[in-house]
């Protein structure tokens, strides 16, 4: 098994040879050389700024396409890199994000900076239950899920946070 934290040239050819390796690593975003979560999530904002803009019916299917999406792609990503869930995967920050910022859809400009800086909270925090499904969940679903629990536990404590303002 190779490290988890650098790709090497073989293993950054293969990923950016397919669809499903640009889409994993986040349309390049997850081959930043440190901190690739983080550009993953920043990265997401970008589409979010279009996304923002569906009825809530719309929005909420995206997140349901882009989940299984992401599924198949980090599956087929991370077998050809030889590695489960490589820092470079980043659609899974892509989903959590736009989970994340769920609240911030009718919300001040701020609510968005609140919301990527919890997201990053409780996706390198990793509190119960989503340590459990970071350690037990493998494969393309693995890579996905605890993110997208923490794009979930992000965006109640940003609506927490934005109730009073209403």
Do not use: N
């Amino acid at each position: 098994m190779t490290d988890r934290k650098v790709l090497t040239a073989e293993q950054r050819r293969r990923l950016t040879a397919s669809v499903s390796g640009w889409i994993a690593c986040g349309f390049g975003s997850g081959l930043a050389p440190r901190a690739q979560g983080t550009f993953g999530s920043l990265a997401a904002i970008l589409p979010w700024l279009l996304l923002r803009h569906l009825s809530l019916p719309w929005y909420l299917l995206v997140l349901v396409l882009a989940f299984v999406l992401g599924v198949w792609a980090c599956e087929r990503a991370g077998r050809a890199l030889g590695v489960d869930d490589h820092r470079s995967l980043v659609w899974d920050e892509f989903v959590g994000q736009w989970l994340a910022l769920l609240p911030a859809l009718l919300a001040p400009w701020w609510a968005v900076l609140a919301g990527f800086a919890l997201f990053r909270l409780f996706d390198v925090w990793k509190p119960w239950p989503i340590r459990w499904f970071d350690r037990h969940l493998k494969g393309g679903l693995g890579v996905m899920v605890d993110d997208v629990i923490a794009g979930v536990f992000a965006a109640v404590v940003l609506a927490c946070a934005l109730v009073p303002l209403h």
